[in-house]
């Protein structure tokens, strides 16, 4: 995997009890999608669980992680928090 898997920060907030997560890298996403999220079905979540992979073999930039990690956020009604440039 490359050195630089980050991405630019994503905040998700009620996410289970009041839980508020920051993601700002693929294995920070992809533990987050495999082990915390409240749904595990969904086109989106699962093409986000997928490009994490494909991050982390090299085949995809960790940009494109996040805009797929934001997508399955949204479809499982998981407010984002993005912070602007």
Not at 23 to 33: C, K, P
Not at 54 to 76: C, H, K, N, T, Y
Request: hydrophobic share 45%; charged share 25%; with cysteine.
């Amino acid at each position: 995997m490359r050195q630089t898997a980050n991405f630019r920060p994503v905040g998700l907030a009620s996410m289970g009890l009041g839980h508020y997560a920051v993601i700002n890298s693929v294995w920070d996403a992809a533990r987050t999608l495999l082990h915390e999220w409240p749904v595990d079905d969904g086109e989106d979540y699962f093409e986000a669980v997928k490009s994490c992979l494909d991050a982390i073999i090299g085949d995809l930039p960790p940009e494109e992680v996040r805009a797929s990690f934001i997508r399955a956020a949204q479809e499982a009604g998981i407010a984002v928090i993005e912070a602007a440039d």
